[in-house]
């Protein structure tokens, strides 16, 4: 079962543009995780974010968390054609087996 | 460096066929996990591995087994195949058993 919601399920951008990205889940975790996935292939690890923190940033990246309301965003800053892609959160439980719980994604198109 | 490796890329089967399905994970990587992702939907867990111990095991039949071997490449073994095991199947792997996970390109697999 997917524990993660996403929202939007699809955003349509013009490069240059801000891409804001949402992610709801449901247990206690122990860090919060995106991924980004091109075309059905491989997933890549984008930013990862400890249940203890708030913020984070990495270069256009930055996501923030908020435990009480178990919600996550993702912004993507001056967006790329080359950012588009499916953009999926993950979650690590803080308790028992440490295995990833992924949302729905959003699919994100970024026109040039 | 060497990303994990996913062998074969597509593969064909019959319903109620058997497969396997192999990864080689980042040299120093001790950990593999497998996910199923059908279309449109974010990967699902099926097995963590972890010095060739399982630790963890997802939502699925008992027709799904998996192993790790000594140098730590896993197998995904599915057996009596249904159209419902089409899908992206996905290995990860990662130093421990916790924190960001390194993907591999995915075995896609079209059950007939």
């Known amino acids: 079962s997917q524990q993660g919601e996403e929202d939007p399920q699809a955003l349509s951008i013009q490069e240059g543009e801000n891409a804001t990205m949402n992610c709801s889940y449901k247990t206690s975790i122990n860090n919060l995780q995106w991924y980004r996935q091109n075309s059905g292939r491989g997933l890549v690890h984008l930013i990862l974010?400890?249940?203890?923190?708030r913020e984070k940033h990495s270069g256009r990246l930055r996501v923030t968390l908020d435990t009480s309301k178990k919600s996550s965003s993702l912004l993507i800053t001056a967006s790329r054609a080359a950012d588009t892609a499916s953009y999926f959160c993950?979650?690590?439980?803080?308790?028992?087996?440490?295995?990833?719980?992924f949302g729905s994604g959003t699919r994100l198109q970024v026109q040039p | 460096d060497a990303g994990v490796t996913q062998s074969p890329t597509h593969l064909i089967k019959t319903r109620g066929q058997h497969v396997t399905l192999r990864c080689s994970p980042i040299s120093g990587h001790k950990s593999v996990s497998w996910y199923q992702q059908v279309l449109g939907q974010g990967p699902q867990f099926i097995f963590q591995?972890?010095?060739?111990?399982?630790?963890g095991r997802g939502n699925f039949p008992d027709r799904f087994s998996a192993r790790q071997f000594p140098n730590y490449s896993s197998e995904l073994n599915v057996n009596a195949l249904l159209l419902g095991d089409s899908a992206l199947y996905l290995c990860?792997?990662?130093?421990?058993?916790?924190?960001?996970?390194?993907f591999g390109p995915g075995t896609r697999l079209t059950v007939t």
């Open positions: 591995y972890y010095e060739k111990e399982e630790r």
């Open positions: 993950a979650t690590e439980p803080d308790t028992g087996r440490r295995a990833l719980t």
């Open positions: 990860a792997s990662s130093f421990v058993t916790s924190g960001e996970q390194y």
């Open positions: 974010i400890r249940s203890n923190e």
